[in-house]
Each structure stands twice: as C-alpha cells, then as structure tokens.
C-alpha cells in the first residue's frame, strides 16, 4: 500500500508523471478492478477476468505478454529478494529465465528475453542517474529519515532501507 498510494497519489493528485500508471497486484486480484480497466487503464491490457489461478483469471505471464511490448513495466520489490520478488515470481507461469530484470531506480524494468534488451548502455545509466539524484541530495544533506529511530514496520525505515538496498545493489 505504502508504495500503490503514494504513487497513485503523485500522479493523480499532483500530475506528476500522468503519462505513469500504478497497478497494484493484489488489487488485480479483485474482479472489480480489471471492469475499471478502460476508465482509469485505457492503455493497458488485462487478459481476463483477474489476476486470479482460474479458468477466467490471468497469470502474471500473459499480463506481461499483453502489455510488455506496448509500453515499459517496472515493478516494485525487485530489489527485495526476500519480500515481494518471491511474492511475484510465486506465479508458476513466470519465470525468472522469460525476462530481464533491470535496476531503475528503486524499481526493476521486465523487458523480456524473447527480445534483445531495447535498454542501450548509456540511457539506462544516465536514467539511472537522474533517478538517484534527490535521493542522493538528501542523503548528503541529512534529510533521509534516521531509520535507528524508527520502528522496521514504518514507512521511514522501509525507504531508508530501499534506497540503501537499491543503490548499492549496482556497485
């Protein structure tokens, strides 16, 4: 929730990013949400009913397929091996070997393996960048959340920590 809202938030309150949508995989799972798909998703594809393991559900395999090659996916916990990876990768039909997963960020973008990286060397390093940077900045300047003082369910230790896992996952 702490990473859907915020984001939701941002871009539909303050119109950063508008061109961005959020979804939330445990939101797919409901059947309300893919019916409010051509209001608020016009552009993405949702390959049935819900993100559900039945006859009129979809995998997290053929939602990436359905969309993978129309816009840029990134998910979110790519860098959390441990937490929501396992949770996204639980979906027997997806498979680590069927996609590329590429630090952006505190993100990953899937870019699928049937195809040559469309990702060149310099944009992603320069994206990469500009992704880091306030981050950075607060961090120099003391800004980021002390996270010795903030209990491991708050919302302060969870970006401390992401920034920290996330930027120093590239070397």
């Known amino acids: ?24 995989l445990q939101l797919m799972s409901y059947r309300w949400y893919a019916l409010n798909k051509t209001i608020k998703y ?28 129309n816009r840029p996916i990134h998910v979110y916990g790519g860098n959390r091996p441990a937490e929501t990876l396992e949770r996204l990768l639980e979906d027997a039909s997806l498979s680590e070997d069927q996609f590329y997963h590429w630090p952006w960020g505190l993100t990953d973008r899937m870019i699928s ?21 306030p981050m950075e900045k607060w961090e120099r300047e003391g800004k980021l959340p002390d996270f010795r003082k903030c209990g491991e369910d708050t919302w302060e230790d969870q970006i401390v920590r992401e920034f920290y896992i996330g930027y120093h996952r590239l070397g």
């Open 1 to 24: 929730d702490l990473q859907f809202n915020a984001g939701l938030y941002l871009t539909a309150c303050e119109n950063v990013r508008p061109d961005v949508s959020f979804l939330s």
């Open 42 to 69: 016009p552009d993405v594809v949702f390959p049935g009913r819900s993100h559900w393991p039945d006859k009129e559900g979809f995998s997290l395999q053929k939602f990436f397929e359905a969309n993978i090659f």
């Open 113 to 133: 393996r049937a195809l040559e990286p469309r990702v060149k060397l310099h944009e992603f390093a320069h994206a990469h960048a500009l992704a880091w940077a």
